[in-house]
């Protein structure tokens, strides 16, 4: 009986040995609760999930996650006792039925057909990663209908956790046709999105005469192709070019960050912008679009084949265990060799802070404030980009994973960095859903594709203002006027002046209040929410009036000098995003 359910769920009785009953008018998500005790049970005994897709009907409507990026474990209709149709959608943990399983299952992807128009349901998503954070900030998951593009589900979705620790996601869907209608975490990127693509491109730069090639530079577990795609120009020797090496979707849910790098892609591509052709003039581009590509063919949230957090390997990668590491480690060292390489950056995505903001590395003096400098120009190209919300610490570079124990020394900006020498080594990751708000912007609206590929292009302006080639810089509109201001401003705000010694952070610019402001960025709200500090310039660097710098997490100036308890917290900020963290 309905008691003997319940106490099953709290974990005092063995399961329901047949399916609960109908549960007279109460909350859906009650109705859910009871039935999630039932599909526990039959999981269990079915010893299910071995596979890697599925297709069964349910109810009058047929699910199918058995295509490239689906994922779904199995359906099974809800009664509550109302007649609404529910149906309780259980997604695939990574690697689930095999030696490796995990608890990261917050990827699903899988395709609806038999509705009608105006048919009504209501949806159940089963995952077993309490993503409270992300659908507490109005996550939605996002629909397409036919071949129509994939957009945000019109309704808030409710959640919950049960007593067994899964998390619930329920949303109400209408059909507005009978046309397949297929429901995703979020916007999906495919392999095979990927692959046509790269198609595209390769036509576009044929077309526009400019160099685009693609190699493969290492085998997956499972025998596909790691990519790395080359761009630059005709024009000039390509062995006098700077090189800039980006990668994407170590994790394979992550999929903001293929945004972000299809965006800079297209950029890269277009054959009458100023900017993008001095870009090709001047670099040579990298890049790796997929370095897990077994877990993003297989519908995974965070793992490869072997259920490991593929950015904890780069320390010591082997070629039986983590080849596409191997691979991509090889090529930055290769890369690096030739003293060529301006900057490496790995895109993600966050589920548990906003916004989009880099991790980069602590480092000292003249080599911090280079660091920062690229940060920086990111916030000033894009309104999207938060400065202030950068982590740059040593704290943040050696922490471990709650979850598997696993530090952060094995990432790939803290580990090539370490291995090379190399200053601008970043991880950037872009919200799966929103911004923080701020009082230009106290209600941002959802992230879309547009808004990651608009990030990825101020990913290469700001390259190309790195570089001072840019023949229409951004500093030029800012009160900072020129390069040599900037640097200025960032090397009194941590402490370490251009051209001299370190200074301790316990310095009146460390430990200036925080306050907002807008002055320094083109784009106002980008610098809202942050912590800005005004400082006097340099000896013979001449500072526009109101020059300020809004400054991220960072460590302290490693000159072994003393500093109080008061600026470490200031500096250090010890308050780490819990859960999935890259």
Sequence with gaps: DLKLQFLYLI???????????????????????????????????????????????????????????????????????????????VVR????????????????????????????????????????????????????????????????????TTPTNHFVITFPYTFESAEPVTFAFTYPYSMEFLEQSVGEWEAKARQRKIVFERSVIGKSLQGRSVACLHITSPKGKESDKQIVLLSARVHPGETPGSYMLHGLIEFLLRADNVVAQNLRQ????????????????????????????????????????????????????????????LVYIDFHAHATKRGCFMYGNALSGERQVENLLFAKLLSLNSPKFDFAGCNFTSKNMKSKSKRDGLSKMGTGRVALASASGMTRCYTLEANYNTSVATDDDPSPAPYTPQVFYAIGEAVAVSILDLAGKNPNPIISETSYGTMDNLRAVLAKSIGAPVGGRPRPTGSAAARAPVRRTASASRHPSSAARTRAVSVPPARGVPLKRGAQVSLPTISKADDGAPYSARARKAQLNPRQPRGTVC
């Design 282 to 341: 001047h670099f040579v581009f990298k890049i790796v679009p997929v370095l897990n590509p077994d877990g993003v063919a297989l519908g995974h949230y965070r793992t490869d084949t072997n259920g490991l957090n593929l950015n904890r390997m780069y320390a010591a990668p082997t070629a039986d265990k983590h080849p596409t590491i191997l691979a991509m480690k090889k090529l930055f060292m290769a890369l690096h060799a030739t003293d060529r390489l």
């Design 93 to 160: 943990a990574d690697c689930e039925g095999t030696p490796h399983a995990n608890i990261n299952s917050s990827w699903f992807h899988f395709e609806v057909t038999g509705g009608a128009a105006g048919k009504a349901v209501i949806i159940h998503i089963k995952t077993q990663n309490p993503q409270v954070k992300l659908y507490g900030w109005d996550m939605r998951p996002v629909v397409k209908v036919g071949d129509e593009p994939f957009r945000r589900i019109s309704n808030r979705c409710d959640t919950f």
């Design 11 to 89: 974990g005092k009785a063995s399961p329901p040995p047949s399916p609960p009953p109908p549960v007279s008018p109460g909350r859906g998500v009650y109705s859910a609760v009871v039935a999630l005790a039932h599909v526990d049970a039959g999981v269990a005994a079915d010893g299910g999930g071995a596979s890697t897709a599925m297709r069964t009907e349910v109810n009058g409507l047929v699910f199918n996650s058995d295509f490239d990026s689906g994922n779904l474990l199995d359906v099974h209709a809800v009664d509550n006792g109302t007649g609404a149709d529910e149906y309780l959608c």
